[in-house]
């Protein structure tokens, strides 16, 4: 199983981007994929989740409002998109997947993309 993100760069503050996670091996529809993200310095935080069924998605609340989680099954993709972006969102995002109900913990999920890098400059 792999899991490929992509879809960082560099931006300004309130501009956007769309972050992808592709999978092989893997279905996605039958996993809750999240993002996470790690700032220098910091551990990793938990940021969005879709559950397995599709039918429910969670944020924290620092992005609500501004990110959206997706899914596109006929692609097995997962999508961040992140609007108004700011510069405390400057991160390494990584997109994960698991066999739970949804959860912002770390430790419940499997599988790990390798991380894809934002940086929001003000």
């Known amino acids: 199983v792999q899991l490929q993100a992509s879809g960082g760069g560099m931006v300004q503050a309130g501009g956007y981007l769309r972050l992808s996670c592709a999978a092989s091996?893997?279905?996605?529809?039958?996993?809750?994929t999240a993002w996470f993200r790690q700032a220098p310095g910091k551990e990793r935080e938990f940021v969005a989740f879709?559950?397995?069924?599709?039918?429910?998605?969670y944020y924290v609340d620092s992005v609500k409002g501004r990110f959206t989680i997706s899914s596109d099954n006929a692609r097995n993709t997962v999508y961040l998109q992140m609007n108004s972006l700011k510069p405390e969102d400057t991160a390494v995002y990584y997109c994960?997947?698991?066999?739970?109900?949804?959860?912002?913990?770390?430790?419940?999920?499997?599988?790990w993309g390798q991380g894809t890098l934002v940086t929001v400059s003000s």
């Open positions: 879709i559950s397995l069924s599709g039918g429910s998605t």
């Open positions: 994960a997947a698991g066999r739970v109900t949804g959860t912002t913990s770390r430790a419940r999920y499997t599988y």
């Open positions: 091996r893997l279905t996605f529809s039958t996993y809750t």
